[in-house]
């Protein structure tokens, strides 16, 4: 056992350009799920009231890191086998069993889940604090109790790490115990074959695949199903593009072998030659590349959009800071009661709005009918409001004469023809650019849109709205809360009628503990998803370096010049390297309307905004693909020459 031991250590040592990188990678995706348990873990953060949201995108984080973790590992672990495969042929050529063989996998397998394990408490402990600190910020908590280790989140970590590298370690032994020593000592020798047919079937499918996707997310509404189609689109482009970076690599390669001048210049010839014995296996790892480089962008674009729209969210569930809406006009005694809970709790009023207007209700918009229903539904797109006349020029003091089929339009994003139907009727339309008081009321995942006509429809049942700001005394969060939180709480009983009450300081606090925990989990996941994308770069550079070593020492040695080998190492690495990243960039410039279309159910439609959003997280993603570019090229560049 001891000469098993000091083997494992020395090829650890000798190995060490492959197994750091693998095992930072483990450390920092380790400290992940580390931060995700302990923040589960936190009773602080699940006795909020939007403890329950929170606790539901912290499980869903936790599951998404998960199974990153287990893809790169089982990814990086195939590599470090295939690399350590003639190792192990030469040691059972020399008399060891595959019990030997066997034992010393297994001891490399705890040496690393020991040192992983341990990164991933100190280095996920230290973040920890950070990220629950960013966390109570962006949730602006300001009494949480944080505890300084979890012994919870340890445990789950560790359970986790462990079943993972027991998976690996028995996938190991098992192809160990089912290869001869010869077997062994040649599959680290074996070259993949060029394939003499071009896979255009496979192709065919990916393309079509890729176009059904994208022709979802294109054509997705802001319906309540936006979502869902949005992850049907995701799901086909996934499939799709695999088939079509394997057929693309095979097509384009080819393509450039057929153009002499091109490919007859030594630093071209050696590096599509190279690719082309590589070509299926180049196709796959470089539609995960893409994949992952398109889902960084876009989770990133989705967050901070999210997290940026904030104030325009709840400026269109809020016009002023209290809104109450009755079905009957405010009796005496409740208006006596808001008044009385008001000076109580030191918050002054500002002028009260009065006005009465239709009951929001759900539509489907086909053209220009729009089809009413008081429940909703799946191919809702709309929520409408109807004003009359009187009460508009009341809040606008803009005075406007109507005819009965005459109506003013006011929506947020959709343009309107010249005519719309509504319960039957048709309404020549003039769009409205600017009402102030065109907000949400019913805080729906669907588009508002407010229509003013002469006289409500009787279909439409009216509503009462009395809306007022107020300020109190150093107008904390807290202290706002507490004051609508009395005000709403015996608000019905009082009037002896349904009340619907809207304080903004509660949404305030809803949304922002939805928007945080949003934000929070997909900056976490996107330093997921970039480490992984930036060590399966890595790993297949060094892949391909070790591969293609012994080609490049035997040109250098008839002749081909260092100058020469620099450059089609170059080349190389450029055509590796930019393939995946054009098509990150345009599945991200397919995504952005459906991700623009989801973002409207978060009553986010500052289009100018989710622009420059998505202009400097392409940016910053550029960046950081040119920083691994260099740092790998260096990489192949010293193990080639």
Avoid at 137 to 158: C, D, P, R
Avoid at 355 to 361: H, I, N, R, S, T
Avoid at 536 to 542: G, L, M, P, S
Wanted: with cysteine; proline share 2%.
């Amino acid at each position: 056992m001891q000469m098993l031991n000091k083997l494992v250590i020395s090829s650890l040592k000798r190995n060490r350009q492959v197994y750091l990188p693998y095992l930072l990678s483990v450390l920092v995706l380790g400290a992940l799920n580390y931060i995700f348990y302990a923040l589960m873990a936190n009773s602080s953060l699940q006795d909020l009231e939007s403890g329950f949201a929170t606790n539901v995108l912290l499980q869903l984080g936790s599951w998404i890191v998960i199974i990153l973790t287990a893809a790169f590992m089982i990814y990086a672990n195939n590599f470090i086998a295939r690399r350590r495969e003639q190792e192990m042929g030469l040691y059972s050529m020399l008399g060891m069993t595959s019990k030997n063989l066997i034992a010393m996998i297994g001891l490399e397998k705890l040496y690393l889940l020991l040192a992983g394990l341990a990164g991933s408490v100190v280095v996920g402990q230290i973040f920890e604090k950070i990220a629950f600190q960013s966390y109570a910020k962006l949730l602006k908590l300001t009494k949480v109790k944080e505890g300084w280790l979890s012994l919870a989140a340890i445990g789950k970590t560790a359970s986790l790490l462990a079943a993972l590298f027991a998976c690996l370690f028995i996938l190991d032994a098992i192809k160990v115990k089912s290869m001869t020593p010869r077997q062994l000592w040649n599959s680290g020798k074996k070259a993949a074959k060029v394939g003499k047919k071009t896979p255009y079937l496979g192709g065919a499918i990916g393309v079509i695949l890729v176009g059904w996707g994208y022709w979802l997310a294109v054509t997705t509404k802001p319906t309540a199903s936006a979502l869902m189609r949005f992850f049907g689109a995701a799901f086909l482009v996934i499939a799709g593009t695999y088939f079509v970076f394997i057929a693309a690599s095979v097509v384009l390669l080819k393509f450039l072998q057929t153009r002499k001048r091109y490919y007859y210049q030594p630093k071209h010839f050696i590096a599509v030659s190279g690719l082309l014995q590589r070509m299926r296996a180049n196709g796959a790892s470089l539609a995960s590349v893409c994949l992952m480089v398109s889902a960084v962008m876009v989770v990133l674009f989705g967050s901070i959009s999210v997290y940026s729209g904030k104030e325009e969210a709840l400026k269109s569930w809020n016009p002023k800071d209290v809104v109450i809406q009755t079905e009957k006009p405010l009796l005496k005694r409740t208006r006596a009661y808001i008044k009385k809970t008001s000076v109580k709790a030191g918050a002054k009023r500002g002028p009260v709005t009065e006005f009465k207007m239709a009951d929001p209700v759900f539509a489907e918009r086909t053209g220009n009918q729009l089809k009413v229903s008081r429940t909703f539904s799946s191919t809702a797109n709309t929520s409408l409001m109807l004003l009359d006349q009187a009460n508009y020029q009341k809040l606008t003091g803009q005075k406007i004469s109507l005819k009965g089929n005459q109506a003013l339009v006011h929506a947020r994003q959709s343009r309107m023809g010249t005519s719309l139907t509504i319960y039957g009727k048709e309404y020549q339309i003039k769009q409205l650019d600017q009402f102030k008081w065109a907000y949400n009321p019913d805080h729906a995942v669907l588009e508002p849109v407010w229509v003013i006509v002469k006289t409500l429809p009787k279909q439409a049942k009216p509503v009462y709205v009395y809306a007022y700001n107020y300020r109190i005394a150093g107008s904390s969060l807290k202290q706002r809360l507490n004051y609508e939180e009395k005000l709403a709480y015996n608000l019905s009983n009082v009037n002896a009628s349904p009340v619907n009450f809207t304080g903004a300081a509660m949404n305030e606090a809803m949304y922002t503990g939805l928007v945080g925990g949003v934000i929070m989990i997909g900056l976490m996941i996107s330093v997921a998803l970039i480490l992984t994308t930036a060590v399966v770069i890595y790993f297949k550079q060094v892949s391909e370096a070790y591969a293609d070593r012994s080609r490049f020492v035997t040109m250098q040695q008839v002749g081909l010049s260092e100058q020469e080998s620099s450059q089609a190492i170059h080349v190389q690495v450029l055509l590796i390297f930019f393939f995946p990243l054009a098509g990150g960039l345009l599945n991200m410039l397919i995504a952005a309307p459906a991700v623009k279309k989801v973002l409207y159910e978060f009553s986010i439609y500052n289009s100018a905004m989710m622009l420059k959003v998505a202009f400097w997280v392409t940016v910053a993603v550029f960046a950081f693909y040119l920083a691994i570019y260099a740092i790998t090229t260096r990489v192949y560049r010293r193990i080639v020459g």
